[in-house]
């Protein structure tokens, strides 16, 4: 019944990252699109960092590429990530939004527009309020709003900016968000 | 207000009337989030717009600067720069001339990295630096070749790591000092590129949509990055086949870090790394 999970995150996410991707089958039923906020001078080697113990394949994809399930989509530094009609990829150089490209609020925003009820989204760690606006957005088109709980994030400030904007389906630990998504059967 | 697939046909349309400008082969999606911000800045609707556009060309090439992206930075993707470097550029060594076009090229900073890299190789002279874009207002910032200092300390990151490092040997270190092709003036807050740069490239406005090639030359390399990201499936293709017609055979295409070829013309082309080069 879900279509896609799309994960954002920023300052403190990376482990949270790390141990979810560890955690899916091969066989995921669903693709994962991650916008996370990195480093501007670490470009390369974040790939291969998170791809060394995922359960799925990451791919940081070009232009127009298809979204397939069972595969990771990560927003390739320093552009914007769009998902649009007909399960594509765009990216775009535009300005950044909220001091950040790649932005959370925009992959989130057109997702949701793609996806509408099908689409889970997961707010993580951050230190800055990108992303609640987003998952506003998926919440009022119909879609399932996860947010990691404040108290188990390194920096509190995205989640908890979330939890402002918007009401969500659930707030959980880790281990809580990987248990649900485990759940997951098309 | 949000954009409607109606708004962004009745800009286009209108565009299409009264200037030369057709974006109708744009990716809609992008196009719609541009035209919305250009609405939100200037505080119209989208009819005050349209009126706007029939009565001042200058107000034209505004919104088409607007319209267009023109995100760039000096050696902006180091690992590109330094394909270019060990790959791409020594196979035209030999060549009497090298002929080179920057497509795209926004406010300049990517034909001044690549007239950097050549000095560095020994190569300048021989090049023919051409460069293109849809908007004046940008080609007239790509002449004057002055770039704000504090907001781009990146470019000086980016510097090092293409021009003082060898990326095949990261212990060796070549001490090239800016002044050699850039002032900086921090209490101005700009980056100036030294005149013998700005003044080698040939700038003009030119339409990938609808110009074709006016130079009357063809290519040893052509950059055309990010660009046809903006681009629907039917224009990229229509784009790969100027670019092929205008290279010389074993010319190379360089696009952006996340753009390829899709459809006919990528069995034209060999890829070396993640440039194209023509078969």
């Known amino acids: 019944m879900y279509k896609a999970v799309i994960i954002g995150g920023s300052a403190g996410s990376f482990q949270v990252i790390t141990r979810i991707l560890h955690s899916l089958p091969a066989s995921f039923p669903l693709p ?84 509408r009820d099908k689409l889970i989204g997961v ?64 | 207000m949000q954009v409607t ?31 919305q911000k250009i609405l939100e800045d200037y505080n119209l609707d989208i009819f005050s717009l349209i009126a706007n556009l029939k009565n001042d060309r200058a107000f034209i090439e505004k919104v088409v600067k607007e319209v267009t992206v023109n995100t760039t930075e000096l050696f902006r993707d180091p690992p590109v720069w330094h394909l270019l470097r060990s790959r791409i550029l020594p196979r035209f060594r030999n060549n009497k001339t090298i002929n080179i076009w920057h497509a795209g090229c926004s406010t300049g900073q990517e034909v001044y990295s690549m007239m950097i890299l050549l000095n560095e190789m020994g190569m300048l002279e021989q090049a023919k630096i051409f460069a293109t874009d849809i908007n004046i207002d940008v080609l007239d910032a790509a002449k004057q070749g002055v770039y704000k200092y504090r907001f781009n300390l990146g470019y000086l990151d980016n510097f090092d790591k293409v021009i003082k490092q060898n990326p095949l040997n990261f212990e060796e270190y070549n001490e090239v000092p800016y002044e050699k092709y850039f002032e900086i003036d921090k209490v101005k807050d700009t980056i100036t590129m030294n005149k013998f740069l700005s003044e080698k490239p040939i700038f003009r406005k030119h339409d990938l949509v609808t110009d074709g090639n006016i130079f009357f030359a063809k290519f040893d390399l052509i950059l055309c990055r990010n660009v046809i990201i903006y681009f629907n499936y039917s224009l990229q293709n229509k784009v790969f086949e100027l670019f092929h017609s205008n290279l010389y055979p074993k010319g190379v295409l360089l696009l952006g870090m996340h753009e390829t070829i899709l459809g006919p013309w990528a069995t034209k082309f060999e890829k070396l790394g993640q440039s194209y080069v023509k078969k």
């Not at chain 1, 769009?82 to 057109?110: M, Q, W, Y």
Request: hydrophobic share 35%; net charge positive; with cysteine.
């Open chain 1, 32 to 115: 994962v699109l991650l916008c996370l906020h990195r480093l501007k001078h670490v470009r390369s080697g974040f790939v291969e960092a998170l791809s060394l113990k995922s359960g799925i394949p990451i791919i940081e994809p070009d232009d127009k590429e298809q979204i397939k399930p069972g595969k990771a989509y990560l927003a390739p530094a320093n552009y914007h990530m769009f998902i649009e009609l007909g399960n594509k990829i765009a990216l775009s150089t535009e300005d950044p939004v909220n001091h950040s490209r790649p932005s959370i609020d925009l992959s989130f925003l057109t997702a949701a527009q793609v996806y």
């Open chain 1, 123 to 186: 707010i993580l760690s951050g230190a800055n309020r990108d992303g609640a606006y987003g998952l506003k957005k998926i919440k009022d088109l119909g879609g399932l709003a996860i947010v990691q709980d404040p108290n188990e994030c390194q920096v509190r400030t995205m989640t908890e900016a979330s939890l402002k904007m918007t009401p969500v389906d659930h707030v959980y630990n880790t281990s809580e968000i990987i248990r649900f998504l485990q759940t997951i059967k098309t």
């Open chain 2, 5 to 35: 697939d109606q708004d962004l046909q009745f800009f286009i349309a209108t565009l299409k009337n009264v200037s030369k400008y057709d974006f109708s082969e744009y990716s809609d999606k992008s196009l719609k989030r541009r035209l």
